[in-house]
């Protein structure tokens, strides 16, 4: 009896040593099973905060969900969100969702944008796009593209929505997307070595707003984060986006770090970061740098002493700090429509 004991023993070891050794061998050797518990992170079911504004706003808002736009990637949906009553082409504000590059759904903006249209009436595209690392940069900045195309060349899109007043927008990883995609559309040079052709015309984009977006990524080589977690979470994120495993000196990460490649002709912004898991030093170095070039910036950035505000804060609007910045962003998107 003894015996045997130790044999299953030895054998319950040995089989917790080959499944760690091919864990380890999986995630070293492939983004992908990193991804994939990540991307879980921004799976679960849209939560309404305040519901007491949502159910008055909604009750004039008309929704379209799941419509399909053309492109060679997967993923390619957009929910549609205009004001009831509409008698004329609106502004037209179009959101890249957040999600680590590698997950997430353009339905997570849902109360956002219902809020947004009711109170400015302008017309919201929200739209889906093929994550990391099934697709890899610039893939998802050429997405949109596709998006922005669609949008323009489908006739009875075109007599809803001014194309003339277009809004740029998104948050977390969906800021860097959206406006990468407002540089490729304001740098003739920059669009050139992203192999993109301009689609909207300089005056055609009015705005861009970014929520918690990492703006300067070059930062995240030099990161020094005590937690093992933010160092997965990054070395994850940044693998299966830019699409090799040495990433930090890859020359597609300079191309995404949108510091350097913003010029005077970027449209006014409005951009917010929180301190915590977040991005705020390179929004700070973004906010800066369009401040240089003197182009319009409202910030709204926080003092770590002062207070913590996590990631992503902005949706929770059951905060005071969400719902100021909810109201600074209809403010600004009011004045630029």
């Known amino acids: 009896m003894h015996l045997k004991v ?36 921004f799976s679960g079911p849209v939560v309404i905060q305040d519901t007491t504004s949502y159910d008055v706003a909604k009750q004039h808002v008309i929704i379209q969900k799941n419509i399909l736009y053309p492109s060679s990637q997967s993923k390619n949906t957009l929910d549609v969100y205009t004001p009831k009553g509409m008698s004329k082409p609106t502004t037209l504000v179009i959101w890249v969702h957040g999600g680590g ?99 909207l015309h300089v005056n055609q984009l009015r705005a861009t707003v970014s929520y918690c977006g990492p703006l300067d990524l070059q930062q995240i080589r030099h990161e020094k984060s005590a937690s093992i977690m933010m160092k997965w979470f990054i070395n994850t994120v940044a693998w299966s986006e830019l699409g090799t495993q040495k990433w930090q000196s890859s020359t597609a990460l300079q191309q995404a770090s949108l510091v350097q490649h913003v010029n005077k002709a970027f449209p006014p912004t409005y951009i917010t970061d929180g301190n915590i898991y977040s991005f705020q030093s390179q929004g700070m170095a973004f906010a800066n740098r369009l401040r240089e070039l003197d182009v319009s910036v409202e910030s709204r950035f926080f003092n770590a002493q002062s207070e913590k505000v996590s990631h992503e804060y902005q949706f929770n609007y059951k905060t005071k700090i969400a719902q100021q910045t909810y109201i600074e962003t209809r403010n600004f998107v009011n004045r630029f429509k």
């Open 101 to 199: 590059y590698v997950g997430g759904d353009k339905s997570g903006v849902q109360e956002f944008a219902t809020r947004l249209v009711n109170d400015t009436h302008v017309a919201f595209i929200s739209i889906n796009y093929q994550t990391a690392p099934a697709a890899i940069y610039p893939s998802q900045v050429k997405q949109l593209n596709d998006a922005v195309l669609f949008l323009k060349k489908d006739a009875r899109l075109r007599e809803r929505y001014n194309f003339k007043q277009t809004i740029l927008g998104g948050d977390s990883a969906g800021a860097q997307i959206a406006l990468q995609y407002a540089a490729v559309q304001t740098n003739s040079q920059y669009a050139k070595s992203l192999g993109m052709a301009r689609v």
């Open 6 to 41: 130790n044999r299953f023993i030895k054998w319950l070891i040995l089989t917790v040593i080959a499944i760690v050794t091919l864990v380890i061998v999986a995630l070293t050797v492939s983004p992908w099973p990193s991804a994939y518990l990540v991307s879980r992170l």
